[in-house]
């Protein structure tokens, strides 16, 4: 197929490059490259330096002999989604292009409205340029977990049937996100959905899970060919930041009670799932949603894990807990479906399986990169007050204090 990876230069999306480059795909990678730019402006920066993603298509192309053609595009300028959709004519899209993060979408009004904006706007032109120039392409949009929230019901796969005053109907799975990201992801599963519907449109949807890992078959291939992995609060995720606490000798902080639970998966099986989604693509005018996880973990079993593994390593690994400074449920039923992938063919790998050779002992040779400073909390999702004194903007001198406030209520997990 020709399949067009939209945000190539992220955590996935270059994995996801050199994986369908890999089985024979021509592949494009599109990127402007933001994400670059908000690292610098947090002063937050992968454990890693990585590669341009020109010269990293480069180097692949070297060692592999088969070619990424990359193109810098924003998608939220129609005119050039246009342009790329007329010449190169995909076949398939996977859209990772968009604001990740749901802390960066609470730092400020700025940045919620950046990120509702960037989110929304690009996927609309995206739908738009289907219409017109390439109605049979099939879309795989990356949605997240995040847009269920948790129900104190069982959360089904995007849609669910419903019975009210005598009848019953099928409709879209109700939504409770819990920030201004998740909401923007919400917004473009509605847009998909209608696009759809009123043009006919086909699209698959993954609800994905939070992604661990670094390494993948491709990024072994040559050094230079690895992806972003961060661990800061920003974009970082909860088990990269443990992983890389228990590396550098800092307490496992866990949010709140620490029973918040999540699906989770490994991002080889990332690769896989996107794999199983375009080979097996939806009919004209079809709208489907696959809850994309291999496994629930509560954040504290997700700590405790951590901590038994990094004291196989000779790791002291201790567990505090932390004011929650996100506003959710730390207590909630959790039961979510995913069959649907599993039906196609997907075997997952499995966190304890993995989390030494994978994780830990990559952070351990990296360990001297490691930039403590960033790891704590500083944006709170219920207070902010505003600031000019520093790039962060608005939330930056309430988050220290957050971070400062964290330090001092931190208990071990044991005794609190």
Same mark, same amino acid.
């Given at each position: 197929?020709?399949?067009?990876?939209?945000?190539?230069?992220?955590? /996935?999306?270059?994995?996801?490059?050199?994986?369908?480059?890999?089985?024979?795909?021509?592949?494009?990678?599109?990127? =402007?490259?933001?994400?670059?730019?908000?690292?610098?402006?947090?002063?937050?920066?992968p454990?890693?330096?990585?590669?341009?993603?020109?010269?990293?298509?480069?180097?692949?192309?070297?060692?592999?002999?088969?070619?990424?053609?990359?193109?810098?595009?924003?998608?939220c300028? !129609?005119?050039?989604?246009?342009?790329?959709?007329?010449?190169?004519?995909? @076949?398939?899209?996977?859209? !990772?292009?968009?604001?990740?993060?749901?802390?960066?979408?609470?730092?400020?009004?700025?940045?919620?409205?950046l990120?509702?904006?960037? =989110?929304?706007?690009?996927?609309?032109?995206?739908?738009?340029?289907l219409?017109?120039?390439?109605?049979?392409?099939?879309?795989?949009?990356l949605?997240?977990?995040?847009?269920?929230?948790?129900?104190?019901?069982?959360?089904?796969?995007?849609?669910?049937?419903?019975?009210?005053?005598?009848?019953?109907?099928?409709?879209?799975?109700?939504?409770?996100?819990?920030?201004?990201?998740h909401?923007?992801?919400?917004?473009?599963s509605?847009?998909?959905?209608?696009?759809?519907?009123?043009?006919?449109?086909r699209?698959?949807?993954?609800?994905q899970?939070?992604?661990?890992?670094?390494?993948?078959? @491709?990024?072994?291939?040559?050094?230079?060919?690895?992806?972003?992995?961060? !661990?800061?609060?920003?974009?970082?995720?909860?088990?990269? +930041?443990?992983?890389?606490?228990?590396?550098?000798?800092?307490? /496992?902080?866990?949010?709140?009670?620490g029973?918040?639970?999540?699906?989770?998966?490994?991002?080889?099986?990332?690769?896989?799932?996107?794999?199983?989604?375009?080979?097996?693509?939806?009919?004209?005018?079809?709208?489907?949603?696959? =809850?994309?996880?291999?496994?629930?973990?509560?954040?504290?079993?997700?700590?405790?894990?951590? #901590?038994?593994?990094? @004291?196989?390593?000779?790791?002291?690994?201790?567990i505090?807990?932390?004011?929650?400074?996100?506003?959710?449920?730390?207590?909630? !039923?959790? =039961?979510?479906?995913?069959?649907?992938?599993?039906?196609?063919?997907?075997?997952?790998?499995? /966190?304890?399986?993995?989390?030494?050779?994978?994780?830990?002992?990559?952070?351990? @040779?990296?360990?001297?990169?490691? +930039?403590?400073?960033?790891? /704590?909390?500083?944006?709170?999702?219920?207070?902010?007050?505003?600031?000019?004194?520093?790039?962060?903007?608005?939330?930056?001198?309430?988050?220290?204090?957050?971070?400062? +406030?964290? #330090?001092?209520?931190?208990v071990p997990?044991?005794?609190?």
């Open positions: 197929m020709r399949i067009l990876i939209l945000g190539g230069d992220g955590y /996935l999306g270059w994995p996801t490059a050199m994986y369908l480059s890999r089985r024979g795909h021509t592949v494009a990678a599109l990127d =402007n490259f933001s994400k670059r730019r908000w690292e610098k402006e947090l002063r937050v920066a454990l890693e330096p990585v590669l341009p993603l020109h010269e990293r298509a480069q180097l692949w192309t070297k060692v592999t002999g088969r070619e990424i053609r990359t193109l810098q595009v924003d998608l300028d !129609y005119p050039a989604v246009e342009e790329v959709m007329r010449e190169f004519s995909p @076949e398939a899209i996977v859209h !990772y292009g968009e604001q990740p993060s749901a802390p960066f979408s609470m730092i400020d009004q700025r940045r919620t409205v990120t509702q904006n960037n =989110n929304i706007t690009g996927t609309l032109n995206i739908l738009w340029a219409r017109k120039h390439a109605p049979e392409c099939h879309l795989v949009k949605g997240t977990m995040g847009e269920y929230g948790t129900p104190n019901i069982d959360i089904e796969e995007g849609f669910i049937e419903i019975e009210h005053n005598g009848r019953k109907d099928v409709v879209p799975y109700p939504k409770q996100p819990g920030s201004f990201y909401l923007s992801k919400v917004h473009d509605h847009n998909i959905l209608f696009a759809c519907r009123a043009w006919k449109l699209s698959t949807d993954l609800n899970g939070i992604v661990y890992g670094i390494e993948t078959d @491709e990024t072994a291939h040559a050094e230079g060919l690895g992806t972003s992995f961060h !661990y800061d609060e920003i974009f970082g995720t909860a088990l990269n +930041r443990f992983c890389v606490q228990a590396v550098a000798g800092i307490p /496992l902080t866990v949010y709140g009670k029973k918040q639970k999540r699906g989770f998966l490994n991002i080889r099986d990332t690769l896989r799932c996107i794999e199983l989604a375009l080979l097996h693509p939806p009919e004209a005018g079809e709208y489907r949603v696959f =809850n994309q996880f291999t496994e629930i973990f509560s954040i504290l079993e997700l700590a405790e894990l951590v #901590k038994r593994q990094g @004291e196989k390593l000779g790791f002291t690994v201790e505090q807990r932390l004011q929650n400074p996100r506003v959710e449920a730390e207590e909630h !039923y959790y =039961n979510a479906r995913h069959q649907k992938l599993v039906d196609l063919g997907l075997r997952p790998n499995l /966190l304890s399986d993995v989390l030494i050779d994978s994780m830990l002992v990559r952070i351990r @040779e990296r360990a001297g990169r490691i +930039r403590t400073e960033s790891i /704590l909390p500083r944006v709170c999702w219920d207070h902010v007050r505003p600031s000019s004194e520093n790039p962060q903007g608005d939330g930056a001198r309430d988050g220290r204090r957050v971070a400062t +406030r964290a #330090k001092a209520d931190a997990a044991g005794r609190a």
